[in-house]
């Protein structure tokens, strides 16, 4: 029979083995309800934020563009609170998230869904506030996108999950654009698909070197119900259709010449790597002999590979 | 309504960490709602200047 968890404290505090008990009882720490908002996460959320409104023809005031940032990383946050919520049965069961402040029963489900969803409809309600209902209705929507689209479709049913998936993760840019121009261009939509088409090979360089803890949980990634060896395929594949589409701005006279040669080497840096992982040691069934080695370096690359496109978007503008 | 404090057969160490953590929550909470009514003054300074409404 189990124990209730005020039996299971109260025994350990008898006993002098209050560990578990003191983290589930004693309540969540602020840090605890910080870490359901993924702050991990909201870096890369808020910085291509920034480059699409500092990108966006004609300015905004210091305040409004402030707000409108805050509203984009606390929208981000809030989707990856409700999504901490809905996954919290897998979460238990994989080593990487287990300790996350629900399945460590620091915090009530019910408690992370209410603060989701009402940093969702701050963010948003604010968002509008200080900019314009574009940039708003584009903010609700990347938070239902992830929300409903993959973490309550996708995420569990198709190996495809991070494929369409991507495209919640690709919106602040255009978010940032909207805020500063109230309509969307040519630039902020080549922005979204850098980053959609950088997704598939950054997960997946991620769930094979993690596909134990997806099988486990019965997370349907692409090496858990293709294999090792097709998801390495597929991560040079995509890599190899994000180098040209990185291209597009400078092709289409978007971004000048400091922007070409950067994604130009930052996206042969990135070929390198996903060579290096497709032809990582193996033996017969596809597993790495070098215990993924070449996928988590390329893993680690395609975060900075991020960051510097963005910031050479940036850099091109200024000079 | 249960009080944790009362209720549970707490050490006093254990009584003053889960206070330590409620007053830490508190905290945070009052330091969001200053910073969102802030924000919201703030957003509205500027939309009215803009308007040439404010003064």
Same mark, same amino acid.
């Given at each position: 029979?189990?124990?209730?968890?005020?039996?299971?404290?109260?025994?350990?505090?008898? +006993?002098?083995?209050?560990?578990?008990?003191?983290?589930?009882?004693?309540?969540?720490?602020?840090?605890?309800?910080?870490?359901?908002?993924?702050?991990?996460?909201?870096?890369?959320?808020?910085?291509?934020?920034?480059?699409?409104?500092?990108?966006?023809?004609?300015?905004?005031?210091?305040?409004?563009?402030? #707000?409108?940032?805050?509203?984009?990383?606390? #929208? +981000?946050?809030?989707?990856?609170?409700?999504?901490?919520?809905?996954?919290?049965?897998?979460?238990?069961?994989?080593?990487?998230?287990?300790?996350?402040?629900?399945?460590?029963?620091?915090?009530?489900?019910?408690?992370?869904?209410?603060?989701?969803?009402?940093?969702?409809?701050?963010?948003?309600?604010?968002?509008?506030?200080?900019?314009?209902?574009?940039?708003?209705?584009?903010?609700?929507?990347?938070?239902?996108? &992830?929300?409903?689209? &993959?973490?309550?479709?996708?995420?569990?049913?198709?190996?495809?999950?991070?494929?369409?998936?991507?495209?919640?993760?690709?919106?602040?840019?255009?978010?940032?654009?909207?805020?500063?121009?109230?309509?969307?261009?040519?630039?902020?939509?080549? =922005?979204?698909?850098?980053?959609?088409?950088?997704? *598939?090979?950054?997960?997946?360089?991620?769930? =094979?070197?993690?596909?134990?803890?997806?099988?486990?949980?019965?997370?349907?990634?692409? *090496?858990?119900?293709?294999?090792?060896?097709?998801?390495? =395929?597929?991560?040079?594949?995509?890599? =190899?259709?994000?180098?040209?589409?990185?291209?597009?701005?400078?092709?289409?006279?978007?971004?000048?010449?400091? &922007?070409? +040669?950067?994604?130009?080497?930052?996206?042969?840096?990135?070929?390198?790597?996903?060579?290096?992982?497709?032809?990582?040691?193996?033996?017969?069934?596809?597993?790495?002999?070098?215990?993924?080695?070449? #996928?988590? #370096?390329?893993?680690? &690359?395609?975060?900075?590979?991020?960051?510097?496109?963005?910031?050479?978007?940036?850099?091109?503008?200024?000079? | 309504?249960?009080?944790?404090?009362?209720?549970?057969?707490?050490?006093?160490?254990?009584?003053?960490?889960?206070?330590?953590?409620?007053?830490?929550?508190?905290?945070?909470?009052?330091?969001?709602?200053?910073?969102?009514?802030?924000?919201?003054?703030?957003?509205?300074?500027?939309?009215?200047?803009?308007?040439?409404?404010?003064?």
């Amino acid at each position: 029979m189990r124990s209730s968890p005020a039996a299971i404290f109260r025994q350990g505090a008898v +006993a002098g083995e209050s560990v578990l008990a003191d983290s589930v009882l004693l309540g969540a720490t602020t840090a605890d309800w910080i870490a359901l908002l993924k702050p991990r996460v909201m870096v890369l959320v808020v910085f291509t934020g920034i480059v699409g409104l500092l990108l966006a023809p004609g300015g905004i005031n210091p305040v409004l563009g402030f #707000a409108a940032i805050l509203c984009i990383a606390v #929208a +981000a946050g809030a989707a990856g609170a409700i999504n901490m919520w809905y996954d919290r049965d897998i979460d238990a069961i994989m080593r990487r998230t287990a300790k996350r402040p629900i399945p460590a029963g620091r915090i009530a489900p019910g408690g992370a869904l209410s603060f989701g969803v009402a940093l969702s409809f701050f963010s948003v309600l604010v968002m509008w506030l200080a900019t314009n209902l574009l940039a708003a209705a584009l903010l609700a929507g990347s938070i239902g996108f &992830y929300v409903f689209v &993959y973490t309550m479709g996708l995420k569990r049913r198709t190996p495809q999950n991070i494929v369409i998936g991507g495209a919640a993760g690709a919106f602040p840019p255009v978010i940032g654009w909207a805020a500063v121009t109230g309509h969307v261009g040519l630039l902020p939509v080549l =922005l979204f698909a850098i980053i959609f088409f950088w997704t *598939p090979p950054h997960f997946w360089s991620l769930s =094979l070197f993690a596909s134990a803890d997806y099988e486990r949980a019965g997370v349907p990634m692409l *090496p858990v119900v293709a294999g090792a060896r097709k998801t390495r =395929l597929a991560v040079m594949r995509y890599t =190899l259709w994000l180098v040209p589409i990185s291209l597009l701005p400078f092709v289409l006279h978007l971004a000048g010449p400091v &922007y070409g +040669a950067s994604a130009m080497m930052l996206g042969l840096a990135f070929v390198w790597y996903a060579w290096r992982v497709m032809r990582d040691a193996q033996d017969a069934t596809g597993v790495s002999l070098t215990r993924d080695a070449p #996928a988590r #370096a390329a893993f680690k &690359y395609s975060i900075l590979y991020l960051f510097l496109i963005f910031g050479a978007l940036v850099l091109d503008r200024l000079v | 309504m249960t009080d944790p404090i009362v209720d549970m057969h707490w050490t006093p160490e254990q009584k003053a960490e889960f206070v330590r953590r409620r007053r830490g929550r508190n905290w945070a909470l009052l330091g969001a709602l200053v910073a969102l009514c802030l924000l919201i003054y703030a957003i509205a300074v500027v939309k009215l200047l803009h308007s040439g409404h404010m003064w």
